[in-house]
């Protein structure tokens, strides 16, 4: 059975920093495309970040130039480094996975962050 745990959110302080760490289990996902979401209060899930097998990034606009991913070398983990955080970055963050675009894939339960001061 596929699990994906999400861990590293907290509540941090405008212009702060978070790692976020997504762990997969329970399959071969080696060729799996690797994707952060995110989901505000009362708005709709929206992509932030994404990592492909071979490690090519893709990022959401608003997150360009702040926002890392990276993928462990066991490729069943994959990192969100968030710099210069702001509170519009505020939001539930998802790990997902999948094996080509076009599929659900795998969900995790999501990692609460929080930028107050």
């Known amino acids: 059975q596929v699990q994906v745990v999400e861990s590293g959110g907290d509540l941090v302080q405008p212009g702060g920093s978070l790692r976020l760490s997504c762990a997969a289990s329970?399959?071969?996902?080696?060729?799996?495309?690797m994707r952060w979401y995110r989901q505000a209060p009362g708005g709709q899930r929206e992509l932030v970040a994404g990592?492909?097998?071979?490690?090519?990034?893709v990022y959401a606009d608003l997150v360009k130039g702040r926002f890392t991913i990276s993928r462990g070398d066991a490729k069943t983990v994959v990192y969100l480094q968030m710099n210069s955080l702001q509170p519009e970055d505020t939001a539930v963050y998802y790990c997902?996975?999948?094996?080509?675009?076009?599929?659900?894939?795998?969900w995790g339960q999501g990692t609460q962050v929080t930028v107050s001061s």
């Open positions: 329970g399959g071969v996902f080696t060729d799996y495309l």
């Open positions: 990592i492909t097998s071979g490690g090519s990034p």
């Open positions: 997902n996975i999948r094996p080509d675009p076009w599929r659900t894939g795998y």
